[in-house]
């Protein structure tokens, strides 16, 4: 990495751990989703931006994150996060391997509407079965221990914006830097190479189906170590994860973002969750205004907020 | 039996009020190739603004009995902005798939919006106006005739729809547009006036299909999300761009949700959502599709 | 025996304690002492303001509303005027959300509102997580009938959701024993309905009457194309529909149901019907179902000055009726300013009230509410008084209400604190 940049990096990195001493308690609770869904998006973007599937449903992997660490900490008693990340991971794995394999056949509009169905599929048990996941009221999620210290001596706020802030912080500096290596791996120019033009890729020996199911899987993973940061501070794991506008709700904020650039995820992510709370806050309409955001985006922006600063807006993809 | 009876008539009835937004989505896709994500949308309009012509009817001595052409007109009406849709989604056409979809996701945030603007949030109903049809009663049958109309008037629709496509010159246009759209316009086919025709109606499907099912069920902002679910399987069981699929197709998902309903409830939308999937792996075209480019 | 008499004794002590409780809440801020608080108790409150649930929202709001400017008027709370700070409930994480800007940046006093079960069973470990005083107007901290919070020190819930369904329970034993033996549910699909449900069932095994269920329907909250279910209700035959319905959902029901003949012949148990009363129009509700209107009857024939007062009010106001939860949101204000005028009277020279104290005084409270007397329990749920009834054309409106109708105090419909559901229905004397 260039000099600059990593200047950036360090400075910006330095910023958010300041984040709990200079912003109000609230805020800083804010921030704590955006980190989360960070983690979720960079995940996204491997298939995304630097595979060329567009998922609709990858909403799917968030709430399996949710859901496992709500079973583990409120029915298994398992509280320890490292277990629980762990558990999120493998799950994530095991489910996303099939769904991968029959998925990745397909391209573009079946692809899209192939995972939204097996999203809604999800959401539907989710909701339907109700002895075993609670329904419509989800389940709840205790609060884990965090490298085996019980910090139940804290209050719940102090939690969410001391020791809960850095851990969550820790994990997508490790998360976000295996993610660099990985891209900037064989591994990452393979993918590249399938989504610019996959006949050449299979022609040049490429084994197209089997990286875009590693894509595929890796980023299913992402996405449940999300969706378990995710849940902590709220205390619940819902259906609501897992419906098909959430999946939308992803693939606004890695565009908004901007898919083009590796950090582009990380800071749609801030922008969305900054950008929603103010909207709510204003007016009621903020649907609205979102969605003329993502209109200018689409029309105007397609390289997002890092398109924007990067200076590289062509709506095709050549990042990185 | 006549247990059934009931069954399979609300199963009737839902496909044929799906087939029409199923309907507008195949048309749309076939020939712009853009899978619409604000259907939804366009089904609730048409049920809010129906419920508000209705109420206006009401109020200036309109007789109860044309509600059904009220609705009818109202559809084809608030289905006409379409025309400055279709506008915002021309910047799109050349663009890639996923941000044509995204382009719909957009729209459908802001239409909803535009909704509760005018409409408020609340669920809006006609109360028990679709009585005024009366019904008939066989037995321990009870049928209210609106929603035998109802069935009626969207086999009509689509009928006159397969009338249009198959034997109108219009109707060749547009399926020669929809298959070779380059050739088309080489062959000095106006394509950015089908475009916008082509758009409309499939709009306008959406728009009848919501004032058509407002008197017996309600309009609430839950439509726009909820109904894109069950469109989608719709046609990716009929198969992308069919017409004939979206019929069928419609068939089976308000025939299977009936029943699923009645004989394992947990089961309801999870049904459609596995035959969706195994379509998807066995005949990924669909019972009718082309094959996909 | 001796249980019966006990239980009376108790309704009795807890009746003539209204008597003084009503003076107190009446006095305003006599007798209290002069603390120089110029600034506005400021109390948020989350409420629905949007979907199926906008309307009951809305009626709470006004409840509120109502209670606040009365207690504005008489001048406020302990010499503090109250400030209301209104967020929107939607679904749970957004609303926890909400909650907590509320109480960190707003820095509210309290927290009041909530109607949806859901939501408030998810938020409960949060309100005791960050210490805020919260009283729920329809609330509960109960995982169907289990309760998750046994021990709450800022939490105050609502009457359990059974309470309703106890209730209706009890009536349809009383006018329909003998004349069902198959029965159907078509509930909402959450916490709720399933308590309902549950509820309803316990309580005719209890009273040892035979009934078979030959359909169960689980409609999402918020569907509003009900024909299926109502084609599958049909396809069952039931003698006996008991539905939990509530929302905007319940209207479109019951004129599908009709529509499609399922309401000849069948017999109807609603415990939460009253929320949609006024859209429950006469030509498509039979009469002689058993019709819920939980704390608040706003036809009540002996109803009291207050209550009277409110109803007119509502009417000139917003051209409507009230349904409970304008009862529930009342309740909750004058639980709140009971409870912190005592603590400010029992604390004296020494300043305003810590929240704990306020929470303290608030355990044992009796108030006077818009649908008569009730009080909180010192394990913070709710004691309020119960109406429901058989439904009837015979009034100047065009929707059904309810004649004869019963009243309930909820210390029969609910259980005693500490005490499990199932164990208490065993045990508990239970009247019809």
């Known amino acids: ?64 994150g949710a859901y496992t660490v709500a079973i583990f900490t409120s029915r298994l008693g398992i509280t320890s996060m490292e277990l629980n990340i762990l558990a999120a991971v493998l799950c994530s794995m095991v489910i996303a391997i099939p769904i991968g394999l029959l998925c990745v056949r397909y391209v573009r509009i079946f692809f899209g509407m192939l995972t939204l169905a097996f999203g809604m599929l999800f959401h539907s048990f989710l909701f339907k079965f109700y002895e075993l996941t609670g329904g419509d009221s989800g389940i709840k999620v205790i609060r884990p221990h965090l490298f085996g210290q019980d910090l139940s001596h804290l209050d719940k706020t102090a939690y969410l914006i001391g020791p809960f802030f850095y851990y969550s912080l820790f994990l997508l500096l490790i998360f976000g830097f295996i993610m660099w290596r990985m891209v900037n791996s064989p591994l990452g120019n393979h993918l590249k190479t399938i989504r610019d033009n996959p006949r050449k890729a299979e022609y040049l020996g490429v084994k197209v189906h089997q990286f875009r199911l590693i894509s595929f899987v890796i980023s299913a993973m992402y996405g449940a170590v999300g969706g378990a940061l995710l849940v902590v501070p709220v205390g619940l794991a819902d259906p609501e994860l897992a419906y098909w506008t959430h999946s939308g709700n992803i693939v606004f904020m890695t565009i908004l973002g901007g898919f083009n650039h590796f950090f582009g995820p990380i800071v749609g992510a801030f922008a969305f969750i900054g950008l929603k709370d103010q909207l709510v806050t204003l007016t009621q309409y903020w649907r609205f205004a979102l969605g003329v955001v993502l209109v200018l985006l689409v029309i105007l922006l397609p390289g997002g907020i890092m398109g924007l600063l990067s200076k590289k807006n062509s709506p095709n993809r050549g990042g990185d | 039996m006549t247990a059934y009876f009931d069954i399979i008539l609300s199963g009737i009835f839902h496909a044929a009020v799906l087939f029409l937004i199923a309907g507008g989505l195949q048309l749309v896709f076939g020939v712009q190739k853009i899978v619409n994500l604000a259907c939804g949308a366009f089904y609730a309009l048409g049920a809010y603004f129906g419920i508000t012509m209705v109420g206006l009817a009401i109020k200036y001595g309109i007789s109860q009995e044309l509600l059904i052409f009220i609705l009818l007109i109202s559809g084809i009406v608030i289905g006409l902005i379409g025309v400055v849709i279709e506008r915002l989604l021309r910047l799109v056409y050349d663009r890639e798939e996923g941000f044509q979809l995204l382009l719909t996701f957009a729209i459908m945030l802001l239409l909803e919006d535009v909704i509760r603007m005018i409409w408020g949030a609340t669920p809006k109903t006609l109360g028990n106006l679709s009585m005024v049809y009366g019904q008939i009663t066989l037995g321990s049958i009870s049928i209210p005739n609106y929603k035998l109309l109802v069935i009626f008037a969207s086999v009509a629709l689509a009928l006159g729809l397969g009338w249009i496509l198959q034997k109108t010159k219009f109707g060749k246009i547009v399926r020669a547009t929809a298959e070779n759209r380059r050739m088309s316009e080489a062959l000095g086919v106006n394509v950015i006036w089908i475009n916008v025709v082509i758009f409309t109606l499939g709009s306008i499907l959406g728009t009848i299909g919501g004032a058509l099912v407002v008197p017996t069920s309600a309009a609430s902002l839950e439509m726009i999300s909820e109904v894109v679910v069950e469109a989608f399987a719709v046609v990716v069981i009929g198969g992308l761009g069919s017409m004939r699929g979206a019929l069928v197709g419609a068939l089976i998902v308000g025939l299977m949700r009936a029943f699923a309903v009645h004989v394992y409830a947990e089961l309801e939308l999870l049904l459609i959502y596995l035959i969706v999937i195994a379509v998807l792996i066995f005949k990924p075209n669909g019972l009718y599709g082309k094959a996909a480019e | ?318 051209k409507d009726y009230p349904n409970w939860e304008a009862d529930r949101a009342y309740f909750a204000m004058q639980v709140f300013k009971a409870g912190t005028e005592k603590a400010v009277k029992a604390k004296g020279a020494g300043g305003w009230p810590k929240t704990e104290e306020i929470a303290s005084a608030i355990e044992g409270i009796q108030v006077e509410s818009l649908g008569g007397p009730g009080m909180m329990r010192a394990d913070h749920i709710a004691e309020q008084t119960f109406y429901q009834g058989l439904t009837t054309h015979k009034n100047k409106y065009d929707f059904v209400t309810t004649n004869p109708t019963d009243k309930k105090f909820s210390n029969e419909l609910q259980k005693p604190p500490g005490v499990d559901f199932w164990q208490w229905l065993e045990t508990a004397k239970i009247t019809l």
């Open chain 3, 1 to 318: 025996m001796k249980k019966k008499l006990v239980q009376n004794k108790n309704r009795r002590s807890v009746m003539k304690g209204f008597g003084a409780a009503s003076l107190l809440a009446v006095g305003g801020s006599w007798g209290f002492p002069a603390i120089a608080q110029n600034r506005p108790l400021k109390v948020g409150i989350l409420a629905p303001r949007a979907g199926i649930a906008a309307t009951i929202g809305e009626c709470g709001l006004r409840g509120v509303l109502f209670a606040v400017d009365k207690i504005n008027k008489s001048g406020g709370i302990a010499g503090r005027k109250v400030e209301l700070i209104v967020e929107e409930e939607t679904n749970a994480k957004d609303t926890t959300e909400r909650f907590r800007k509320l109480v960190l940046q707003d820095k509210v006093d309290c927290v009041q509102g909530l109607v949806s079960s859901g939501v408030s069973l998810a938020m409960s470990p949060t309100v005791e997580e960050m210490k805020a005083l919260t009283i729920y107007w329809d609330g509960t901290s109960q995982d169907g009938v289990k309760e998750t919070i046994p021990n709450p020190k800022y939490l105050f819930r609502s009457t359990d959701n059974e309470c309703e369904a106890v209730m209706s329970s009890l009536l349809a034993i009383k006018y329909f024993k003998g004349q069902f033996a198959t029965i159907a549910g078509i509930n909402p699909d959450y916490s709720y309905g399933r308590n309902n449900w549950a509820a309803f069932q316990a309580l005719l095994k209890r009273f040892g009457i035979q009934y078979k269920v030959v359909a169960e329907q689980w409609p999402k909250v918020g569907t509003m194309d009900l024909s299926s279910h109502i084609a599958s209700l049909k396809a069952a035959k039931p003698d006996l529909i008991f539905s939990s319905l509530l929302f905007a959902d319940l209207p479109v029901f019951m004129q599908n149901a009709h529509a499609a003949g399922l309401t000849k012949g069948t017999k109807f148990v609603m415990p939460a019907a009253g929320f949609q009363q006024t859209l429950l129009k006469k030509e498509f509700t039979p009469e002689g179902m058993v019709f819920g209107l939980n704390t608040l009857d706003f036809n009540y024939p002996n109803a009291t000055p207050l209550q009277k007062e409110f109803v007119q009010h509502y009417f000139d106001k917003f």
């Open chain 1, 1 to 64: 990495m260039k000099f600059k940049p990593l200047l950036i990096l360090v400075v910006l990195i330095f910023a958010l751990c300041m984040v709990p001493f200079v912003l109000p308690a609230y805020y800083v609770t804010l921030v704590l989703p955006a980190i989360a869904y960070g983690i979720a998006l960079i995940g996204f973007n491997l298939l995304f931006g630097y595979t060329g599937l567009l998922s609709f449903g990858h909403a799917l992997y968030i709430a399996l």
